[in-house]
């Protein structure tokens, strides 16, 4: 169970709940009448008087808003509302379901298989249907009528507070050390509070109270009755509660002054670097004299901007956006109502849908975590082995999560549910295809199947132009294949998705060649390219050309955040990956991960990449040098300007590592580096030279680098040093900064020397049975050192009992 707590109490905020739901109902009704699928029910007349009447509840709605209506009355008119409101997305559902029926028996019959009798059920069966949804719409605006009508009555009456909970003088005696035995009424705890308080000095919070009535009602009585003196400190964001249980002094938190808004925006945006804040500063600033320098307002907003990056026109949107001068926004706290409502305008639709299902309970309601039935469907990880076909009764049905279950197969009737947003079938290990009608659900968002061994797939996948996340895309197939299932969906399926915004593609090995697919997709932010696991003696010489082909014609955008190419079976990494001019192809991108391109010689000049904060290089097993290529010197300044992450993992063949054209220059690579992990390099011999100019390096992973012997001159390592498993290091020395140093399996190690600032040393080796003698020769150097250091050993038996 999860407790719902209001963020604010003004009742006003049922209303703008409810305001936000109908401002959905009304924009699925305005477009509705227009709808081909709907059309065809002949009751565009109805709809319209009923889209006339919600926009008149709308008006009446937004008045209500305006003057902060706080009378008990608008519960009640609210509660109706929403009923209403459910009612009538109900009929939008089955008007567009019930439409596409009739679209699809149109569609499959022909003119010659109409004979009179058929025609005549099926214009009787029309005839009674477009009376029943006819019916319904009209009963529907009839209670938008009596809504409008009793909006005269909100006036009338005062709107009842938010209850405490009942257990706060119970809580009172407890920490008092009392006992309130079998009593539950107020009438028989006030007594015993008073008797438990007496004599006694009394400090008492009050935190976050809503109403006054938790003092006036219950506690004041009980606690003047002590003689004794005492104190009570109340916490409320309201005045009005400090002012109605009479306080002697009440403390006004203050606004926050415009550098410190601008402190806390930047850490909430998580910007620290000194070239990101000069240049968001302005726009920083003028984004916290939005917010009216309310803490609350900075932290939804910079919340909201840190999912947005240090993008400056991305900060520039959030800045002019209509929503800060929204005249529906209530007068009072503005900036704090228009970071919350933006915020809200950032979610994904299922969460938008489900924010206000939740926020139309009460405060204190206690609620299962996702008890929204009619809007979310969640199996994930339920043990069951089919789904029934009677789910096509679901109509409203917008997520489906059968992540993690044991279903061999989706039934035909999932294609019935055409409202449906989200299908997740991650990590299902017993599905092998999906049924022909997925191509049906027209409404669908995203796609999970990743970790499915789907190999058969319906074509059509195409169809669904609002897909925007697809996590799985099984690649195969040849479009012309005239069964109803395929192996895996031809790349050409891809051209009419122009909404994608996260696409995973899998088994790219079986695809077939085509154009360019993804250059066009603008909103992509995150692409996953990758193929099954190659046995390289078994790839023809063409087979290893068209795979290469394959790859170049997914020229990803230029709006592209995160890549990652896994098991690619080629020798040469597409040309839009190495390309001299990769700083135009790739400008946006963050975060680069290549996973097994065991066959590929050279890394691309990724040192070009201006936004490149991530990069990890695993299991790349043809490497043996990387030099001036991977930081791409000629035509840039500085490589690799934003790093901050970098590490090569499973790389046996890589010897060579000068990373820099000229190591001597002043300007290093990588001037924001923070952590860099070298892991299963046996044959690296050293570390990069200019690795140890870099300011901001924090921490320095080495695992398995056996041809590794030292570790020196890394003035500027602060954070921790870890080296694991690495045969050959003989000497780590000056590295004047460092706090912590972790050393495990290292058994050449001769000296250790230098390390002025080193707090906290860890020594792990199973075979250690005596201390090694550079551990003694450590302390001599440093006398300092001897008495600040923490060490930890793990070592053997023998060496315990020493």
Known sequence: MAKLECLHQDRSQMGTQAEAFLTSCVDRIVNLPEEHAVMILGVKDDLKKLQAKVELIKAVLEDAERKKLQ???????????????????????LCRTKGRELLEEQASSSILQRNMHCSLLSFLSTVRL???????????????????????????????????????????????????????????LQPIMANTVANKCLFLVLDDIWSADVWNALLCTPLHSTPRCGCVLVTTRHQDVARGIKAMYIHEVQKLHTRSSLELLCKKAR?????DIERLVKIGEEIVRKCDCLPLAIKLI??????????????????????????????????????????????????????????????????????????????????????????????????????YTSIASLPMSVGSLKNLQILYLIRRLRLHSLPASITQLDDLRCLGLNGTPVTHVPKGLGKLKLLNDIDGFVAGGHTTCQTELQEGWGLEELESLAQLRWLSITRLERAMISKPMLKSKCFLR???????????????????????????????????????????????????LISSSMETNLPCI?????????????????????????????????????????????????AFPKLEYLTFNGMPNWEER??????????????????????????LRSLPSTLQKITTIQTIGITKCD????????????????????????????????????????????????????????????????????????????????????????????????
Request: net charge negative; with cysteine; aromatic share 8%.
């Open 590 to 638: 963050e975060y680069i991960h290549l996973i097994g391109c065991s066959f590929c010689t050279q890394l691309p000049p990724f040192g070009k990449l201006p936004q490149l904060r991530y990069l990890n290089i695993e299991d790349a097993f043809a490497i043996v040098n990387i030099g001036t290529e991977f930081v791409g010197m000629h035509g840039v300044s500085t």
């Open 526 to 576: 995150h692409l996953i390219l990758s193929c099954t696991m190659p046995q390289y003696e078994k790839l023809s010489f063409e087979e290893i050309i068209t795979i290469e082909a394959i790859f170049e014609g997914l020229f990803p955008p230029p709006s592209l955040e995160k890549l990652q190419i896994i098991n690619f079976c080629g020798q040469s990494l597409p040309g839009w």
């Open 71 to 93: 009378y008990r009355t608008i519960e009640i008119w609210l509660n109706s509302l929403k009923d209403v409101l459910y009612e009538a997305d109900d009929i939008i559902d």
């Open 707 to 802: 041809s590794l012997t030292c570790v020196t001159n890394f003035r500027y390592l602060h954070n921790q040093l870890v080296i694991e498993k690495s045969s050959g290091v003989e000497i780590i020395s000056n590295l004047l900064a460092l706090n912590k140093l972790v050393i495990t399996d290292v058994h050449a190690l001769k000296h250790i020397e230098h390390l002025p600032s080193l707090r906290y040393m860890e020594l792990c080796s199973s075979s250690l049975d005596k201390l090694p003698e550079w551990l003694q020769g450590l302390a001599d150097t440093n006398r300092n050192l001897a008495n600040d250091l923490q060490l930890t050993l793990r070592c053997s038996i023998t060496l315990m009992r020493r």
């Open 658 to 683: 000068s990373m820099s054209g000229n190591e001597e220059e002043d300007e290093p690579s990588m001037p924001h580096l923070v952590e860099l992990y070298i892991l299963g390099c046996p044959k």
């Open 302 to 403: 910079g919340s909201l901007l840190a999912r947005k990056g240090h993008n400056p026109q991305q900060w520039s949107d959030v800045l002019r956006s209509g929503i800060w001068n929204m005249k529906e926004l209530p007068g009072e706290l503005k900036g704090a109502w228009g970071a919350l409502y933006m915020s809200y305008e950032d979610l994904p639709p299922h969460l938008k849908q489900c924010f206000l299902s939740l926020s139309l309970f009460p405060a204190d309601y206690d609620l299962a975590i996702w008890d929204l039935r009619a809007l979310v469907l969640v199996l994930n990880g339920k043990v069951i082995e089919n789904l029934p076909s009677s789910i096509e009764n679901l109509l409203n049905l917008r997520m489906l999560n059968l992540n």
């Open 130 to 188: 477009r009376h029943n949804i006819g019916s319904k719409i009209r009963k529907l605006s009839d209670r938008f009528t009596d809504i409008e009508n009793n909006h005269l009555v909100l006036s009338l009456c005062h709107l009842k507070p938010c209850e405490q909970q009942d257990t706060t003088v119970n809580e009172i005696i407890s920490q008092a050390r009392g006992d309130y035995g079998q009593a539950k009424t107020k009438a028989e």
């Open 271 to 275: 910007v620290s670097r000194e070239d």
